[in-house]
């Protein structure tokens, strides 16, 4: 069945760096778009980053653009997310999803647009 595995968060100064990583199995990575969501305290989920099976195609979310870039080596079947210039907003628990054979750009935010999800990682900004 089809697994998605998060890694990679912590505690993180304003500022800082951190890399998600999301290791995948059970499916053919190459041929699915994936995607990065998060949830902050007492919010609903967010949409951060969709990359296209392509690996050329990338989309963010404004909170997230020009600070975090999404990548994936289809090799290792495994999904990134390099997060630059955190911010305290940034802290949520993040989440890597797979993304339907039907996306495209234009559903790219719609939540059943993603058929499994992992089990989060939580990234943590404060000084």
């Known amino acids: 069945q089809v697994q998605l595995v998060e890694s990679g968060g912590g505690l993180a100064q304003p500022g800082g760096s951190l890399r998600l990583s999301c290791a995948a199995s059970g499916f053919i990575f190459s041929s699915y778009a994936m995607s990065w969501a998060r949830q902050a305290p007492g919010k609903g989920l967010e949409w951060v980053s969709v990359i296209f099976k392509d690996d050329k195609n990338t989309y963010y979310s404004d909170s997230v653009k020009g600070r975090f870039t999404i990548s994936r080596d289809n090799a290792k079947n495994t999904l990134y997310l390099q997060m630059n210039d955190l911010k305290p907003e940034d802290t949520a628990l993040y989440y890597c999803?797979?993304?339907?054979?039907?996306?495209?750009?234009?559903?790219?935010?719609?939540?059943?647009?993603?058929?499994?999800w992992g089990q989060g990682t939580q990234v943590t900004v404060s000084s």
């Open positions: 999803a797979k993304g339907r054979p039907q996306l495209t750009r234009a559903t790219l935010m719609i939540r059943a647009m993603y058929d499994s």
